[in-house]
């Protein structure tokens, strides 16, 4: 079982390459992959929260000290296990009309 296991009420995939740019004289510019690895990350949303509810997900982001520690999680979109992180900055709490949404980013670790 994957250690992240708190309710997720959407999830998007985000699918990027890392491209490495060189830029020449003149302004042409010359594109590489750095490697043919994609990078995948996720951005989450909870359902509507509670007080309480909100403090055990702001809990387990602390207890991972942001992006430092990775963790698993299962991807609701393939049903796959991945060994992610908190991107970095993406951690945020939302009150509207007495209800709370926690929103992240998840990194995949390669």
Known sequence: MSDFALAVETTE???DYEVLTTKFDGGTEQRR??????????????????YA??????????GKYGSLTSFTWTSRIDQVEYTVKFSR???RVKR??????VSWDFERIV
């Open 96 to 101: 509207a009309k007495g209800e709370f949404r």
């Open 33 to 50: 992959l750095r490697h043919d690895e994609e990078l995948i990350g996720w951005r989450l949303q909870s359902p509507a929260l509670s």
């Open 89 to 91: 900055g993406s951690f």
């Open 53 to 62: 509810q909100m403090i055990i997900y702001r809990d387990f982001f602390k």
């Open 13 to 15: 995939e985000l699918l």
